[in-house]
């Protein structure tokens, strides 16, 4: 079975400051791994995906985010916040042989000035 | 190209009545999921559309829920006897054929639900 865990809840930021929200998944077999954000009252939006190949991988509004197998781990990352990226952030996985996505139970980003 | 839709974008009901959401898919795309997710929580996989065919159910999905999508296009999941537990976003995702992409899944705005 697929799981996906985001340690942190909630991560406060200044803006201008760098960002990693962390997430860690299981699964005995390969996997696709997604970042997702949501903003307050809306769907979700794909931030950026590992499908194979390069293990860093680079998404929308300057956010990357790098697959460690070893360590099971995709955390995402961006060197510099800004107000606009206060929303609520989720890991998903997904199993070669799964059609559905696991979620994490979500990372809220709360960028201030 | 549109995104997913997906409509009403909000419903308040009474415990008890029935309600229908609607989703219609990023054009062409074949496959259509259906998620639920509460406050505070991660969306959680409901049911599974390939083409017009429900290849998978959760277990979350009791059998006052039942998820149909006729034609292989848009797709409707209708609540009966709603209960206050039921209250939650109901996200919709589509994903296109291609080997590798359709391993994406887009989603729509949801649907938020009320059960007073």
């Known amino acids: 079975a697929q799981s996906v865990t985001q340690l942190d809840s909630q991560v406060p930021v200044f803006e201008e400051a760098p960002v990693e929200l962390r997430c860690n998944y299981s699964?005995?077999?390969?996997?696709?791994l997604f970042w997702y954000v949501q903003y307050p009252n809306q769907g979700l939006q794909l931030l950026l995906k590992y499908l194979s190949g390069s293990t860093l991988v680079k998404g929308i509004n300057g956010f990357e985010a790098e697959f460690n197998k070893s360590q099971t781990s995709f955390h995402l990352r961006k060197p510099s916040v800004h107000i606009s990226d206060t929303a609520e952030y989720f890991c998903?996985?997904?199993?070669?042989?799964?059609?559905?996505?696991?979620f994490g139970t979500g990372t809220r980003l709360q960028v201030t000035l | 190209d549109t995104g997913v839709s997906q409509n009403p974008r909000h419903k308040i009901t009474k415990r008890g009545q029935n309600v229908t959401f609607r989703c219609d898919p990023i054009?062409?795309?074949?496959?259509l999921y259906w998620y639920r997710q509460t406050l505070g929580q991660g969306p959680e996989f409901l049911t599974y559309f390939q083409n017009e065919a429900q290849l998978e159910k959760s277990r979350l999905l009791s059998d006052r829920f039942s998820a149909e999508r006729p034609k292989g296009s848009f797709s409707t999941l209708e609540i009966q006897r709603t209960e206050q537990g039921d209250s939650a976003m109901y996200l919709c995702?589509?994903?296109?054929?291609?080997?590798?992409?359709?391993?994406?899944?887009?989603f729509g705005a949801g649907t938020r639900l009320s059960v007073l």
């Open positions: 054009s062409e795309h074949n496959r």
């Open positions: 998903a996985v997904r199993t070669g042989t799964a059609s559905k996505l696991t």
């Open positions: 699964s005995s077999v390969s996997v696709y």
């Open positions: 995702a589509s994903s296109p054929r291609d080997k590798l992409a359709k391993n994406i899944q887009y």
